[in-house]
């Protein structure tokens, strides 16, 4: 006798008039549109924090055209590009997280621990220290930084393909020499382009402005619609290559596609606003607990890494006074405490 699976509440098959069944989560769909929410307040709040307060309905009235001309000078020139770039990043970050857990079917997989962040570091590094460069050339730099890393981290792991823990072990390893690189750029540096490169890889949102906003944009436009449009591919392969094969993946061509899209999104996003820590490990985690699904998760991780970076900006001026930090701190200080407690329930759970 054969027995049909029934759809469980939180998911729904939805059919088209074409005969085209797609599976709908609704729970995963909530999550989305929560964080979606959060988002957009956090965003508004944000706007009206500063020197100069705006309540949060003068910054919306501001925001449709209708405010008096100080408040759209600060909003839209001061204030709406700094959050456009925090929530362009957050969203990189985040689904460039989660793209590299679900490859290498690993929650440690992230750019933060391969050393993506700190090749795109290297390359900024050299255009401060060595060329004395520009922003925009510093930002070209981490870019290109970001995808030499990514192409030899590639490289060095393929064997037959690229798999989970050789990529991650590799990736810890060319972290650990671009680490070393880096730290010899710095001592080589006078003092002026030290502070400058200091600053630039604590990872900050300070002085960004639309010159920033319009490269992650277009990048976000092109990459975010290729990535959700493999998504089905990147589902399968995390049930194993030969299952996938088996189900008509072309497993290494959406792998190549995939990690060279996030490592896109990972340069791009640390070219804009430096190396902020540790948001493209906790967002995807964060995601997966929230709609308790166990497929690669990328619209949630996309809208909960925005959320994140939104929330940090906010607590880093407002929880510290006068004494502003840098968002790349209080990322880093609160997903340290998260990779410690992700480390000690994977041991628990007899995963490392």
């Known amino acids: 006798m054969t027995t049909t699976r029934k759809p469980t509440p939180a998911t729904r098959a939805v059919r088209t008039r074409g005969g085209l069944s797609v599976r709908f989560d609704v729970r995963a769909f909530t ?17 009206g924090t500063g020197d100069f307060p705006i309540p949060a309905v003068d910054v919306l009235k501001t925001l449709v055209g ?20 925090g929530l362009l990043v957050g969203s990189s970050l985040g689904l460039g997280g989660a ?20 090749g795109s570091t ?6 401060i220290v060595l060329f004395s460069g520009t922003a925009a ?19 060095l792991a393929w064997k037959r393909g690229v798999h989970g823990y050789r990529l991650v072990l590799v990736g810890i390893g060319v972290s650990a ?24 890889m604590t990872g900050s949102l300070n002085g960004r402005d639309w010159a920033q906003v319009w490269p992650l944009l277009i990048m976000c436009a092109v990459l975010v619609p290729l990535v959700l449009g493999n998504a089905r591919g990147l589902r399968m392969m995390e049930m194993g290559d030969d299952v996938s094969y088996a189900l008509g993946v072309r497993v290494e061509r959406v792998r190549l596609l995939l990690m060279l899209s996030a490592v896109l ?57 006068a004494d502003q ?18 480390l000690v329930t994977e041991r628990k759970a007899g995963r490392i």
């Not at 929560?34 to 944000?46: G, H, I, K, Q, R």
């Not at 001592?187 to 030290?194: E, F, G, N, P």
């Not at 200080?333 to 407690?341: A, E, Q």
């Open 31 to 47: 999550v989305v549109v929560v964080l979606l929410v959060a988002a957009l307040t956090a965003s508004v709040v944000l706007i």
């Open 66 to 85: 209708n405010g008096n001309a100080g408040q759209e000078f600060i909003v839209n020139e001061l204030r709406l590009p700094r959050v456009l770039v």
């Open 99 to 118: 793209l590299f857990q679900s490859i290498s079917r690993n929650p440690l997989g992230s750019p933060d621990v391969l050393g993506l962040g700190q």
């Open 122 to 127: 290297a390359g900024a590094l050299i255009m």
């Open 137 to 155: 050339q510093v930002a070209l730099g981490a870019l290109v930084g970001g995808l030499v890393t990514g192409l030899a981290i590639y490289l």
């Open 177 to 200: 020499i671009v680490t070393a690189v880096n730290g010899y750029l710095l001592t080589k540096a006078d003092i002026v382009d030290a502070a400058r490169a200091i600053v630039w």
């Open 265 to 321: 999104l990972t340069a791009g996003a640390t070219a804009a606003a430096g190396p902020v820590g540790f948001v493209a490990l906790t967002a995807p985690q964060l995601a997966r607990r929230l709609t308790r699904s166990p497929g690669p998760n990328l619209a949630p991780s996309m809208c909960m890494g925005a959320t994140l970076l939104i929330v940090a900006d906010w607590a880093s001026q407002r929880t510290f006074g």
């Open 325 to 342: 930090l840098p968002v790349g701190v209080v990322t880093g200080v609160l997903g340290g405490v998260y990779l410690l407690w992700l």
